[in-house]
Structures are given as C-alpha cells and as structure tokens.
C-alpha cells in the first residue's frame, strides 16, 4: 500500500512525500523535486528534507498526528470494513487524512472523500446552519451528518476521546463541515467538542473547560486570542493552526511532542525531562519555551488537569520562529469517570524516579546555571498568581465545589514555588530614588 504526503506551501497543496507499506516494512522519501525546492520546509520539525530513503517497522512518527481516532475512527474502520488495531493507522490515514490538523495531508484520503461526496450530490450547495443547530442535533444537522457520513466535518481529521467536529464559519456566520466550504467563503476555523459522554461529570468538564482556559489567559499562559465558547452542551473552540483572511487561508505546521521525539503509536510515556529536551531542540527561544512549559504543567498540578499525555502539547512554526502552540485540552479531567492519570511525570534521567517538587525539577534539568537561576526566579514571581487562583477561579466562573476540591493541590504549588525564590530575592537593597 502507498501513499503520498502533501503539504500547503503559498496557498496550493503540494506533493512531498512517498510511503510505502509493504510486509510490515515501511519506507518513505522525499520527492527529489522537493527536496531540492523546499528544504526549509520539512514535514516534521525532527527529519530535515532530504533525498535518503527511511525503511522502519513503524510508521514515521509524524504521521501519528494524522491517524483518525474517536469518532471517526470508529466511522472509517466500518466504512472499510477493518479489524480495529495498530494494522489498521495505515489504511485508515490513506482513507481519512485529507483535512487533518496543520498543514499535512494525504493524496489518496483526498481521492476517497472525493468520491464519498460523489456518493451523496445531495450535500453540495447546503446552506451552513447556525450553532443551535448543533447543540439541539437538529434534523438538518443530523442530515448533513448522514450526507457527509462524518467526513467533511472533519471527524476522521482531529483525534481524542470526546467527539468533535471540525467546522467553518461562512461570511454569513454559519457553520459548515470544514472540508465542504472552499476556503475563499471562511471566515473562521473552529473545533465543536461535545461531552465525552453521558454522564453528569462529562458535561461537568466540558462546562468548566471555557472557565479553565479563561484563567489560564488571566494567569499569562500563552493561548489562543480568542477562547472557547460555550453553547449548550457544545464547546466551540476557535482553531490557531489556521489564519482566514482576505479569502485565503494560511495552514501552519503544527507538530505534538509525541512527533518531535520520534514516538510512533500511542501508548508510549516518555518523562517529562525527555519532553522538554524535545522542545529544547526545535524551538526558536529554549529558555523561553522551557519556561513556558513548566508554568503550564505548575496549573496541570494545582488544577488537575490529568490528561497530559505527549500529543496534548504541540509546537508550531509562526512567521519562521517555532514555540509551542497556545495551550489545548486544558480542564478538570481529574473529574473523568474514566479516571484518567497523569500519563507523563518528572522521572529523573539517571534514576528514573519520580520528582515531584520544583526545586527538584529544576536542579536535574539540564541547562546551565544562569538559566536554572533565571527558571527558579521567574517561577517563583509565578507563585503569587498561583496564590491567587480560587480568587481567579471564583471570578471566572469555575464550578465552586471544584474550586474547594483544588485548594489542597493549589497550596503545595504554592508553597514549591515560593521556596525557589533565591536568597538575595529576600534582601536586594532599595534602588536609589
């Protein structure tokens, strides 16, 4: 089975990568033409463009981030009729990859949601529907969604538990499939994630979800500028992987940390020292991106949020610099019926064992002295606004029950933080007046 990779390069979709899968074997090139042409543009910020020829008995890792999951797995392996299981990535990506996060998709998945479409001439032309169409699953909501048997709305394209839809506002302010509207007609990209379940404690995450992601805005972590909505039971999340304007649109590269340390599949937990090495490498501004990583995981702990796992952060390249894309999938996942752990931690490098304070952290990092002094200085300025987090919680509407259930995990971030505050930090004189 083969397939080939495109990436959208000054507004046109351009070939750039071959795959072949063959008895296990998996062997991928760049085309000698873009190698040539487009060596600052590599489909993962960890494999330059070149003309060698990889054969590995994995999939690349990067093309991790394509594999439909959730929701739209489970809709493709039916409609291919598929065994569920690592076997099936493959075939999966060559059917479902044609409108997938980033700037990346796959030729063939193209061709098959061309053809799907083909299937239903019914879906073309339909008027875009506003949002409470989707929150009350109106009967023209659920057509479309037989028409366009979940593809266009670009299901198979984003991964995760909870169900989501990818989809795009017109000039006129209504909602389409993202892949059924041409990108001269958007105006805006969103993702609309429902509950991951039934239960009183989905609706409870996702409720409190848009309140997470306010208070993390209000704490200085680098988001979106525009955050999530809530709508009903409907989270709309503006997109930050796409730039509509002026009737174009701007697709950015947008890479997990899962795909930039080579992990292929989706069980693999590396440590968090590992993960920061990883950013380390590819960012523009390491101590500036190191900073900013270790101030998000400070709120994981002290807002619980669990579900942390190497393809919940990601980098993006914006205007040629590489940082880490503003922070996603931010809530009160402790909450979870699932009971989901904190999948990655600080184990350190030479023991493997669990760090789980700050001074600690920071003292098995590898960089030099000024940085380690700059980090403890920085975090410790940190710790004031974590201190006032139930205020912030409070004012930004945080459920109240939640906000009681953090205060012990508040207090030891706190207290961690305030003890990096060096010793001079206590004592500096006055400055002249």
């Not at 805005?217 to 304007?245: E, K, M, N, W, Y």
Request: glycine fraction near 6%.
């Amino acid at each position: 089975m083969d397939c080939t990779l495109q990436i959208f390069l000054d507004d046109r979709w351009v070939d750039c990568v071959q795959i072949k899968l063959n008895d296990g074997l998996c062997q991928w090139n760049y085309l000698v033409s873009y190698a040539v042409e487009h060596t600052d543009a590599p489909l993962s910020l960890a494999e330059p463009v070149d003309m060698d020829l990889r054969a590995a008995r994995t999939m690349p890792a990067f093309l991790y981030d394509l594999v439909p999951q959730g929701a739209g797995r489970r809709f493709l392996l039916g409609a291919l009729k598929l065994q569920d299981g690592s076997d099936a990535d493959f075939p999966l990506i060559c059917a479902g990859a044609f409108n997938s996060i980033g700037r990346i998709r796959v030729a063939e998945a193209v061709d098959y949601f061309e053809m799907h479409v083909a299937r239903h001439p019914a879906a073309r032309g339909l008027p875009g529907l506003p949002i409470d169409d989707v929150v009350v699953r109106s009967a023209e909501f659920k057509e479309r969604m037989f028409l366009h048997g979940m593809l266009s709305t670009g299901t198979t394209g984003v991964q995760g538990a909870a169900p989501k839809y990818l989809l795009t506002r017109d000039r006129a302010g209504l909602l389409h499939g993202d892949a059924i509207l041409p990108d001269a007609d958007a105006t805006e990209h969103l993702i609309a994630k429902l509950p991951r379940g039934n239960s009183a404690a989905d609706n409870k995450i996702l409720r409190n979800e848009a309140a997470y992601m306010r208070v993390a805005a209000a704490l200085g972590i680098r988001t979106h500028a525009d955050l999530p909505t809530l709508h009903g039971d409907v989270l709309l999340v503006p997109r930050f992987d796409r730039i509509a304007s002026d009737g174009k649109v701007v697709r950015l590269h947008q890479e997990s940390v899962a795909s930039i340390l080579g992990l292929p599949g989706f069980d693999l937990r590396p440590s968090l020292f590992e993960v920061v090495a990883g950013i380390r490498k590819v960012v523009t501004d390491p101590s500036a991106e190191t900073l900013e990583f270790i101030k998000r995981d400070v709120i994981n702990l002290a807002m619980r949020n669990t579900d942390n796992h190497a393809r919940n952060t990601a980098v993006q390249l914006v205007e040629g610099k590489v940082r880490l894309t503003p922070l996603f999938d931010f809530a009160p996942m402790y909450l979870d019926p699932e009971v989901i752990p904190r999948a990655l931690r600080w184990y350190r490098p030479d023991t493997r064992i669990e760090l789980t304070d700050w001074a600690d952290v920071l003292a098995a990092l590898p960089v030099s002295g000024h940085e380690r002094r700059m980090l403890a200085l920085e975090l410790s300025r940190f710790a004031a606004q974590i201190e006032r987090l139930p205020d912030i919680m409070e004012e930004l509407g945080v459920d109240h029950d939640i906000i009681e259930f953090l205060t012990p995990y508040i207090d030891t971030q706190v207290r961690q933080l305030k003890a990096l505050q060096p010793p001079e930090a206590h004592h500096a004189p006055s400055e002249p007046t």
